[in-house]
């Protein structure tokens, strides 16, 4: 501690070594909030229902999507990334998982909503299995903090159920 | 000759010093006497103080503001209350305040070191011959 340079090295370093540790200390407070989301999908209209040139088959839905994400805010939350999923089984594959919409959140205040859309994203099976295919309807989250951990969970939302034939 | 040069000098620097630069800490200016310019213008109690005064606030204000931002529901708040109390500490404890020397360190007058020879080493007269080969 005998020079100026010395000690404020001294001070920066123990500075950022209790700021990293309050940013750990801050991730740790995560773990006691217990977050109740409730989310809720509606297939409002399957658009068409093809095989392509190249032999898969691909969905056009029309969606309706109502949720209330705000109880997984903390004081901690930089944003939290959600999308709505497509699952269901293939004799090639147990699971396939198509992301139909996302979205990014990012306050509380936007945490709860009501979305009217067709999916985002194009819904394609890999070979031709969909039809008469029951799937669920997942939505999946990824609440992205501002320091630490990230928690991601999901909500399964059952009973779907594609036509027998292409339209 | 060079003893009383370097007292009158000294003198002469160290009165325009306390006329002019006194209040402020050491690193602003180096007018220093000879004998001081091996010593730190901080001693050693003056050190101890300092590391304690950036312990202890520090950790105070970390503390104060991880509560503050948890109850508020604010990261900000809390970024925004310790980088105040880094600042304040750095204000108090970087730069070389004159409380920090108040224990200075009495160190031999430079004019009493001369009245004594210093040691000469022992193996000189030996090195000499061992290179001569």
Same mark, same amino acid.
């Given at each position: 501690?005998?020079?100026?340079?010395?000690?404020?090295?001294?001070?920066?370093?123990?500075?950022?070594?209790?700021?990293?540790?309050?940013?750990?200390?801050?991730?740790?407070?995560?773990?006691?909030?217990?977050?109740?989301?409730?989310?809720?999908?509606?297939?409002?209209?399957?658009?068409?229902?093809?095989?392509?040139?190249?032999?898969?088959?691909?969905?056009?839905?029309?969606?309706?999507?109502?949720?209330?994400?705000?109880?997984?805010?903390?004081?901690?939350?930089?944003?939290?990334?959600?999308?709505?999923?497509?699952?269901?089984?293939?004799?090639?594959?147990?699971?396939?998982?198509?992301?139909?919409?996302?979205?990014?959140?990012?306050?509380?205040?936007?945490?709860?909503?009501?979305?009217?859309?067709?999916?985002?994203?194009?819904?394609?099976?890999?070979?031709?299995?969909?039809?008469?295919?029951?799937?669920?309807?997942?939505?999946?989250?990824?609440?992205?903090?501002?320091?630490?951990?990230?928690?991601?969970?999901?909500?399964?939302?059952?009973?779907?159920?594609?036509?027998?034939?292409?339209? | 000759?060079?003893?009383?040069?370097?007292?009158?000098?000294?003198?002469?620097?160290?009165?325009?010093?306390?006329?002019?630069?006194?209040?402020?800490?050491?690193?602003?200016?180096?007018?220093?006497?000879?004998?001081?310019?091996?010593?730190?213008?901080?001693?050693?109690?003056?050190?101890?103080?300092?590391?304690?005064?950036?312990?202890?606030?520090?950790?105070?204000?970390?503390?104060?503001?991880?509560?503050?931002? %948890?109850?508020?529901?604010?990261?900000?708040?809390?970024?925004?209350? %310790?980088?105040?109390?880094?600042?304040?500490?750095?204000?108090?404890?970087?730069?070389?305040?004159?409380?920090?020397?108040?224990?200075?360190?009495?160190?031999?007058?430079?004019?009493?070191?001369?009245? %004594?020879?210093?040691?000469?080493?022992?193996?000189?007269?030996?090195?000499?011959?061992?290179?001569?080969?």
């Amino acid at each position: 501690m005998h020079s100026f340079v010395y000690r404020a090295n001294a001070l920066l370093t123990f500075a950022v070594t209790i700021l990293a540790l309050m940013c750990a200390m801050a991730s740790l407070s995560d773990n006691f909030n217990s977050p109740s989301p409730t989310a809720e999908v509606q297939v409002l209209n399957i658009n068409w229902f093809q095989k392509k040139p190249d032999g898969d088959d691909e969905v056009s839905l029309t969606l309706n999507i109502s949720a209330n994400l705000q109880t997984l805010f903390t004081w901690n939350t930089k944003q939290v990334f959600v999308f709505l999923a497509a699952e269901y089984e293939t004799p090639k594959n147990a699971l396939n998982q198509v992301s139909l919409w996302d979205g990014i959140i990012p306050t509380k205040e936007h945490a709860q909503f009501w979305i009217h859309t067709t999916n985002k994203y194009r819904f394609i099976d890999q070979g031709s299995n969909l039809r008469g295919k029951g799937f669920n309807l997942t939505l999946h989250w990824h609440v992205m903090p501002k320091t630490g951990k990230m928690f991601a969970d999901k909500l399964a939302m059952t009973g779907f159920r594609l036509p027998e034939t292409y339209r | 000759m060079t003893r009383s040069d370097s007292t009158t000098s000294s003198s002469i620097i160290k009165a325009a010093g306390s006329l002019r630069l006194h209040y402020l800490p050491k690193p602003f200016f180096s007018r220093q006497k000879s004998s001081e310019l091996v010593a730190s213008p901080m001693d050693w109690q003056g050190q101890k103080l300092a590391e304690h005064l950036m312990q202890l606030p520090l950790v105070l204000f970390a503390v104060l503001a991880f509560i503050t931002g %948890y109850v508020l529901g604010s990261f900000q708040t809390m970024l925004l209350i %310790y980088a105040a109390g880094v600042i304040l500490t750095s204000l108090i404890m970087v730069p070389n305040w004159p409380f920090f020397n108040r224990h200075p360190l009495n160190w031999l007058d430079s004019s009493e070191a001369e009245k %004594y020879p210093k040691p000469q080493p022992a193996n000189l007269g030996m090195k000499k011959k061992t290179s001569k080969k």
